[in-house]
């Protein structure tokens, strides 16, 4: 019976639709969603391979405890019909809980798009106190766009799984409670919603939003324009993971400041001294600006070596060398989207999907 499903998804493929590649999933169908993913990964296993597209229709997939569903193919396009109506799901047992072993979808290729979708690991997270880690996207790959995705966890939710990585995110929703955007390469985030859940099962303790590891990069982590929303138990926005950690917070909107730690960063829980952790130009929900003049921070490495003080609040001549070409060259990912976007809403009126 997969091979027939395999086989009309060839034929798919074959069939033009105003000139692109396409699979229609099945609405509600997990099977012929994983079999798309499947014909994908092997008709664009070249990196030179057509941009192919897989049109996911309103519905629930769920994929149970099914971990790690690699997308390998490259210049794929996940587009779903819309961000709240397609959720993509599954549910870890939490004896399995990891960051290398929960995700719903692996990303291996290069050049892969997605939209429109929520992805969500339903692993129970409060049962598995102190640890649950479960990952929605684990990016091996790079060039990844991410445009309109909702990103549904706690621990771990959305992983940079490579050293070298280029990846941009504009207008995704990410929540969790710790360490939940983590991971090494150059990460632009434009105009996302950020999310902190509770903590604990009561609300206590403290969020943390980002643990970056940047090694083989210069950048890091930039969040540019982006908003975070927090109802219950306090945050910060990062620690460093290892080696030469970047996260930067550039206008961003605070819609609760009070809850935001007076270090703002993790001053406790630095595992190495060599991090750079900025922020410039942060907003209220009625768009004062609301940034200290100075926040120096005294950070206690968790090995409780030798303390470090470090300033951070960015000039504004500092934040002037964040711009997308200096952080992509040549790669504009910004220009990439917005005609994938419009390719994208074609495809979706040919076959009927909003």
């Known amino acids: 019976m997969k091979q027939i499903i395999l086989f009309v998804a060839c034929l798919m493929i074959s069939l033009s639709t105003l000139g692109q590649r396409v699979i229609v999933v099945e609405k509600d169908n997990v099977q012929s969603l994983l079999d798309a993913i499947s014909t994908a990964n092997e008709q664009n296993a070249d990196t030179t391979a057509e941009r192919l597209f897989i049109l996911i229709p309103n519905g629930f997939y769920d994929l149970g405890e099914t971990m790690l569903t690699r997308i390998s193919g490259h210049n794929v396009a996940l587009i779903g019909e819309s961000m709240k109506g397609v959720i993509i799901r599954n549910k870890p047992d939490i004896k399995i809980e990891s960051i290398s072993k929960t995700a719903v979808f692996q990303n291996r290729g290069r050049n892969n798009y997605y939209q429109d979708l929520t992805l969500k690991n339903d692993l129970d997270y409060y049962a598995s106190e102190p640890d649950g880690r479960a990952v929605t996207l684990q990016d091996k790959g790079t060039r990844t766009i991410c445009n309109r995705v909702r990103m549904l966890s706690y621990q771990d939710t959305y992983y940079s799984d490579n050293e070298k990585c280029q990846n941009y995110m504009r207008d995704t929703e990410i929540h969790g409670t710790i360490d939940f955007i983590c ?153 990439i989207l917005k005609k994938l976007e419009k390719q994208s809403k074609k495809i979706k009126k040919q076959h009927n999907l909003n």
């Not at 950690?245 to 001053?267: G, I, S």
């Open 183 to 335: 991971g090494a390469g150059d990460v632009w985030f434009e105009g996302c919603k950020i999310v902190t859940e509770k903590r604990t099962r009561d609300g206590s303790g403290t969020n943390i939003i980002t643990a970056t590891r940047t090694s083989e990069t210069p950048w890091g982590y930039i969040f540019n324009h982006c908003t975070i929303e927090n109802d219950v138990s306090m945050f910060n926005y990062g620690r460093s993971w290892h080696t030469n950690p970047h996260c930067v917070w550039l206008h961003t909107t605070l819609l609760t400041p009070r809850k935001l730690e007076t270090t703002r960063f993790d001053d406790e829980g630095m595992k190495i001294s060599s991090n750079y952790f900025k922020e410039y130009a942060t907003m209220d929900a009625q768009g004062h600006d609301i940034t200290p003049k100075t926040n120096v921070v005294t950070f206690t490495l968790r090995d409780h070596t030798q303390p470090f003080v470090a300033e951070t609040i960015m000039t504004k001549e500092e934040s002037k060398q964040y711009t997308l070409k200096r952080v992509f060259g040549d790669w504009r990912p910004d220009k």
